[in-house]
């Protein structure tokens, strides 16, 4: 069956570092890929997407490649900032279905 | 629009009660689902809905039921809450065109003792 694989947190940076949270995943066909974040104390929100082979997902600072040779998505920004921390959940929706398989996620405490 | 709203936003429970958590949504969304949060497991997809009428089991349907009489409401039943069934739960919507963006609620956290 369809899964997502991402790295185990928790993951703590000081503010500007380079972030990357690791991705893969399993599944038959062309998924699509997504990350969502979830903010203390409140639901899921989506970070950014890709629906297809070398598409790059961006938003506030953040990018990921949908990579079909390594089957990954890896999240990454270049500069973290407090406001950042949260917790990153990489998921896959199959081709025609809302159904979203997630990740365990990873939290992400950045510090001042 | 108010998006995705869920009530309660805490609850507690014996072992054994029955309660409805209720999720509804106003942008017309089609799709409808159910997730439950557990440490360490990420979102599990409980049930899901393509459309007034229509229900269907996720990955662990399991104590729960669903019914979607219309398009808006999406509540979710547990009729005899167990202690495995502690969590936070989240209802999400989005249109069912395919992979379409999916906006979920702000969640409920659920003890049962």
């Known amino acids: 069956g369809n899964s997502v694989t991402q790295m185990e947190g928790p993951v703590t940076l000081s503010e500007e570092a380079f972030l990357t949270i690791n991705c893969t995943y399993t599944?038959?066909?062309?998924?699509?890929l997504f990350w969502y974040v979830q903010y203390p104390g409140e639901g899921l929100q989506l970070l950014l997407k890709?629906?297809?082979?070398?598409d790059k997902g961006s938003n506030k600072g953040f990018e990921a490649t949908y990579r079909k040779e390594t089957t990954s998505f890896h999240l990454e920004k270049g500069s973290v900032q407090v406001s950042d921390s949260a917790v990153y959940f990489c998921a896959l929706a199959q081709g025609g279905s809302e159904k979203l398989v997630f990740g365990k996620g990873t939290k992400l405490t950045v510090n001042p | 629009n108010a998006g995705v709203t869920q009530t309660p936003k805490f609850q507690v429970l014996k072992t054994g009660q029955s309660m409805t958590l209720q999720c509804a949504q106003d942008?017309?969304?089609?799709?409808m689902s159910w997730y439950r949060q557990d440490p360490g497991m990420g979102l599990r997809l409980i049930h899901y809905s393509v459309g007034a009428g229509i229900t269907d089991q996720g990955e662990v349907p399991n104590g729960y039921n669903v019914s979607r009489s219309t398009t808006e409401d999406f509540p979710l039943r547990l009729l005899s809450a167990a202690p495995s069934q502690t969590s936070v739960y989240f209802c999400a919507s989005s249109y069912a065109s395919g992979e379409e963006t999916q906006y979920f609620g702000p969640g409920t956290r659920l003890l049962v003792l």
């Open positions: 599944a038959t066909g062309y998924p699509s």
């Open positions: 890709a629906t297809k082979a070398d």
């Open positions: 942008m017309n969304h089609e799709y």
